[in-house]
């Protein structure tokens, strides 16, 4: 761990390094109404992958939330991946999180949008979730098209 970062005893953080090898590409199943589907090509999808990732879970036990630990972890993450290049976190959150992902500076949406030129949009949405996106750079902005707020420059 880094100088003051290090965690208390009663934090326990986990660090997430890029993927060694690239994931499939997302399946047809995200569709959304007036929006392209199927595969985005394999040097696409390996180019978003190094340009946006995913926080999976934040989780702090109960006996210690209310002191700042989930907010000092999403800021080290953000750091790192910012530092690693990356220019957008995504992740998923129950409707209950909005506020808090909200005050963070992250979106939430009910649906993830992703506008990848010249493939087209693609669109993922998960009844009982919302998405938060954070653009760790300006090149990333989040847009309207075709009803739906989407993530852009991703791929500028």
């Known amino acids: 761990m880094r100088g003051d970062r290090s965690p208390t005893p009663s934090t ?25 589907t199927g595969r985005s090509p394999p040097r696409l999808w390996r180019t ?11 989780a702090v036990h109960p006996d210690h939330r209310g002191q700042g630990i989930a907010t000092r972890i999403l800021d080290l993450v953000e750091d790192d991946f910012r530092q690693a290049g990356y220019r957008a976190l ?5 409707h209950g999180k909005k506020h808090f992902f909200t ?5 939430s949406l009910p649906r ?3 506008d990848l030129p010249p493939t087209g949009l ?3 949405a998960e009844p009982g979730w ?16 075709r ?9 500028d």
Do not use: M, W
């Not at 995504?90 to 129950?94: K, Q």
């Not at 005050?103 to 979106?107: E, L, T, V």
């Not at 998405?131 to 098209?145: E, G, N, R, W, Y």
């Open 90 to 94: 995504t992740l998923r959150h129950e």
């Open 130 to 145: 919302k998405f938060a996106v954070k653009p760790l750079d300006d090149t990333v902005t989040l847009t309207s098209q």
């Open 103 to 107: 005050a963070r500076g992250y979106s």
């Open 12 to 36: 326990t953080l986990l660090f997430a390094e890029p993927p060694t090898a690239s994931p499939s590409p997302p399946s047809t199943s995200a569709r959304a109404a007036g929006c392209s």
């Open 122 to 124: 693609f669109t993922r």
């Open 48 to 58: 978003l992958v190094e340009r946006v990732s995913n926080i999976d879970t934040i």
């Open 147 to 155: 009803g739906v707020t989407t993530i852009t420059g991703l791929l």
């Open 112 to 114: 993830l949008a992703v």
